[in-house]
């Protein structure tokens, strides 16, 4: 197994990066105005600083399973110009592009007030609605589809890869582990069916939604621009709340219960009730966010096939709790 980090802190890795980077400015006809430094280096991906004079370009590779990453931008930066941050250039056979710097992210802001949240969530609402037409463009572009009906039975095989791993394996699973997850399966398909009787159309569950994840706009009146879509699936767009609302009760110590939440959302749920009265939408969302931690542990799972040792010890325990806790109750909790 290739060690993704010791390879990009190595120095051939660093060279192909930078020749790469140098052809991209060339052809822009762009100047590098300072030395190129590597900020970050996890097993998922690593990230190039480029001062140049045209502001800082930032340079991404991700771990190879979520090589498509670079190709769904581009596609995205097609399809909805004004909400994703556009590439300067991207290289799909290795995953690699090149995005301008925009600025501080909303999370610089460090507000406790629930409209923060409730900006980043309809916001991505307004993406999601634009792109519910381009379900082929996304997923030839290489956006993973889960339609909700295949989300049981993707569970289901997964149970045969975790329980034949040896015991000491971080994502081993034990029979009485597989079972507690199979009993569960009964209740995702339910999900699937409240879903399916909803009618909301899938689009782009962005799988990491917060305000670290989007940029502030110049001006009240311009879209958020996201970024950071390689943990994306093309699936459900309610699924895409359960990172917000975990990341909510973190932030203010709280429940999915405290009025904060419950209004962030509902701002969110507003912007759908072209599809369905807003009653039907919130009495769907825990369907919606039993699928989003499927969603949660099929982006791990995507990761965790190429990590090291350390890294699969570190995050293949974390991967297997979705698992564990497929339909744990969220909102009535």
Not at 70 to 75: K, L, W
Not at 166 to 177: D, I, K, R, Y
Not at 267 to 282: R, V
Not at 311 to 321: D, F, H, I, K, V
Request: charged share 15%; with cysteine.
């Amino acid at each position: 197994m290739t060690d993704l980090q010791a390879l990009w802190a190595g120095r051939e890795w660093r060279s192909q990066a930078e020749q790469w980077i140098q052809l991209v400015l060339e052809s822009f006809s762009v100047r590098q105005t300072g030395p190129i430094e590597q900020p970050r280096i996890r097993f998922w991906s690593t990230q190039l600083t480029v001062p140049t004079d045209l502001g800082v370009l930032w340079f991404k590779e991700n771990n190879p399973g979520q090589l498509a990453e670079a190709s769904v931008v581009a596609a995205l930066a097609e399809l909805v110009p004004d909400h994703v941050v556009k590439p300067l250039a991207v290289e799909p056979s290795r995953g690699w592009m090149i995005t301008p710097d925009h600025g501080a992210t909303l999370a610089s802001l460090r507000s406790s007030d629930y409209q923060l949240w409730a900006r980043v969530l309809t916001d991505f609402a307004d993406l999601q609605k634009a792109l519910i037409p381009h379900a082929d463009r996304l997923t030839a572009a290489g956006l993973v589809n889960m339609n909700p009906e295949v989300a049981a039975n993707f569970v289901e095989n997964q149970l045969l890869l975790h329980t034949g791993l040896p015991a000491e394996h971080p994502m081993f699973l034990s029979h009485q582990g597989a079972d507690h997850v199979l009993a569960q399966l009964p209740r995702i398909r339910a999900a699937v069916e409240t879903l399916r009787a909803l009618g909301v159309p899938l689009s782009l569950d962005h799988n990491d939604l917060h305000p670290r994840n989007a940029f502030l706009p110049g001006s009240s009146t311009e879209p958020l621009r996201f970024f950071d879509f390689a943990d994306a699936y093309w699936a459900h767009p309610f699924s895409a709340l359960l990172v917000p609302i975990t990341l909510m009760c973190e932030q203010w110590a709280t429940t999915p219960a405290d009025p904060r939440v419950r209004l962030a959302v509902g701002a969110y749920l507003e912007q759908w009730t072209d599809f369905a009265p807003l009653s039907a939408l919130q009495a769907s969302l825990d369907a919606a966010l039993y699928l989003g931690r499927v969603h949660r542990y099929g982006a791990w799972l995507r990761l965790l096939v190429y990590a090291d040792d350390a890294s699969m010890s570190t995050y293949g325990p974390g991967a297997l709790e979705y698992l564990a806790d497929l339909t744990k109750p969220i909102l009535s909790a």
